[in-house]
């Protein structure tokens, strides 16, 4: 499949019930919060990985960045990950994870250092959250001589509606010779829709994808940029209130404003969305389709 010759920008929400989407290790794994605005945010590399894990453990492709470990349980270094290829064009080849985001490493005799054409922004709720401590207990005890299982503690989020933005840049990839193909992102898309939903670990289970949205342009160097600024979530209860995604309506108003000007660049639509999601233009429902009337739409099926 041919490369990717223009610009593409991705919209991608996902909502969080009970869960914890991306933990702080230096704050005791507690959601990352905003302290300003109590906003949730959730960093690129949290994304980055559901989409690497999906598309190694679900699609069977070769991802470069893996927990892996050897006979003896212990996790394998960056040394002896690069040694399984021959050298960084095998790497680029067979790894779609380096194609899509780029890596960073330096080893002995071996250096990569590639900006992926794939960027993310952090993602952030679209409304202030709560965070809950909840403590429990474990029937197995700690040690031999104890009678009694040990606590356990975690830290979750009732409810967040996150936003992610990201851009398909051409040019990161031409520039350093990064053969990206539309099959490619076609993988990326997929692994952020169905990769979010099989993270059911015991953390992370309660993720659910809500609304994908990619826009390809027609020309080079061109994209409107902030489609995450574009919308809101619009509800009746307070922020800290809401716990589901029918507590509300996403306005795309501004979003099919900001489209609708630029429409003469845009070459075609790739969208999904959960059938649960309410969404609502000049204050009143409207179907994606309705919404996007004019546009050359490719509805993506996985």
Not at 211 to 239: M, P, T
């Amino acid at each position: 499949m041919a490369c990717i010759k223009n610009r593409s920008e991705i919209l991608f929400l996902y909502d969080v019930t009970d869960a914890n989407p991306n933990g702080d290790p230096v704050d005791e794994n507690k959601p990352r919060i905003d302290e300003e605005t109590g906003v949730n945010i959730v960093t690129d590399v949290r994304l980055k990985r559901t989409v690497r894990d999906y598309l190694h453990y679900y699609k069977g492709l070769e991802v470069f960045v893996l927990e892996l470990r050897d006979d003896k349980g212990n996790l394998r270094s960056k040394e002896a990950r690069m040694a399984d290829f021959k050298d960084n064009e095998d790497i680029l080849k067979k790894c779609i994870d380096v194609r899509l985001f780029g890596a960073t490493t330096a080893v002995k005799d071996k250096t990569m250092t590639l900006t992926g054409p794939v960027q993310f922004k952090y993602g952030r709720s679209l409304h202030r959250v709560n965070v809950m401590y909840v403590k429990g207990t474990t029937v197995m005890p700690s040690g031999e001589d104890k009678k009694q299982g040990t606590f356990t503690e975690k830290y979750i989020l009732p409810y967040s509606l996150i936003a992610f933005y990201g851009v398909v840049n051409e040019n990161a990839a031409a520039n350093q010779g990064i053969e990206l193909t539309e099959e490619d992102v076609m993988y990326l898309l997929e692994g952020l829709w169905n990769g979010t939903k099989n993270l059911i670990s015991t953390s992370k289970a309660g993720h659910m994808p809500r609304l994908l949205l990619q826009v390809a342009y027609k020309e080079k160097n061109f994209h409107i940029g902030e489609l995450d600024k574009r919308i809101k979530f619009v509800s009746e209860k307070n922020d800290e209130e809401i716990r589901d995604i029918r507590d509300g309506v996403l306005d795309i108003t501004e979003l099919i404003v900001a489209l609708r000007k630029h429409a003469d660049t845009v070459e075609k639509i790739n969208y999904k969305v959960d059938d649960r999601l309410v969404l609502s233009m000049d204050g009143k429902t409207v179907s994606i389709e309705e919404a996007l009337r004019g546009f050359v739409l490719n509805s993506l099926t996985f």
